[in-house]
């Protein structure tokens, strides 16, 4: 079966210091792989997508993601974290055209 | 470009009642988006549509009902409201049905059936 795990509810980090928030995957064939963020009382908004190429992929805000094929796992990260950083996200995995599957989220708190 | 709209913003419902939650997007989107998001399972797919005239089921359909009239709105309508419909409900649009294109979303409609 198709499935995306975020493994932590929350994840703490000290501004300035990197973040990692964990993704695996596990979908037949080629994954497209994205990750979200949600502010408070907002809707989801793209961050960066992996299609295809280079493994490191950025996106906006500092943010970047590396594809890990034999470890189905697609981890966002970013080097020095920021307060406004602080928020919910998602790792989602696209196939078949409509379907997506999203993980359950990750709380985000950056502490000052 | 105010890109998805969705009203309303919030909503109080009584069980047995119908709704009908509104989208409207002015991206010119081909594909659209219904779905629920509750504590600790993410968002699922109620409904979907590629493009006007055609809609398909998503992940949890039951209960729920769509339309696509035309290219900008998408509304989704509870026939008779349960108390499990209680969530919030994003609506979502992409240019294109490709897996390899990310989706916008909208603010969002918090309901809650009693």
């Known amino acids: 079966a198709q499935s995306v795990a975020q493994p932590e509810d929350q994840v703490n980090v000290a501004e300035g210091n990197p973040l990692t928030v964990k993704c695996t995957y596990s979908?037949?064939?080629?994954?497209?792989l994205f990750w979200y963020v949600q502010y408070p009382n907002r809707g989801l908004q793209f961050l960066l997508k992996y299609i295809t190429g280079d493994n490191l992929v950025k996106g906006s805000y500092g943010f970047e993601a590396e594809f890990n094929k034999s470890q189905t796992s697609f981890h966002l990260k970013k080097p020095s974290a920021l307060v406004s950083d602080s928020a919910l996200y998602f790792c989602a995995v696209r196939f078949g055209g409509f379907k997506t599957i999203f993980g359950a989220g990750t709380r985000l708190f950056v502490k000052a | 470009i105010a890109g998805i709209t969705q009203a309303p913003t919030s909503q109080i419902l009584a069980a047995g009642r119908r709704m009908t939650l509104r989208c409207t997007q002015d991206?010119?989107?081909?594909?659209m988006y219904w779905y629920r998001q509750d504590l600790g399972l993410g968002l699922r797919l109620i409904h979907y549509?590629?493009?006007?005239?055609?809609?398909g089921k998503g992940e949890v359909p039951d209960g729920y009902s769509v339309s696509r009239a035309n290219t900008d709105d998408f509304p989704l309508t509870l026939a008779s409201a349960v108390p499990s419909q209680t969530s919030v409900y994003f609506c979502?649009?992409?240019?294109?049905?490709?897996?390899?294109?990310?989706?916008?979303f909208g603010p969002g409609t918090r309901l809650t059936v009693l």
């Open positions: 979908v037949s064939g080629n994954p497209y």
């Open positions: 979502a649009s992409s240019s294109g049905t490709s897996s390899y294109n990310e989706q916008f």
């Open positions: 991206m010119r989107h081909n594909a």
């Open positions: 549509s590629n493009t006007a005239g055609t809609t």
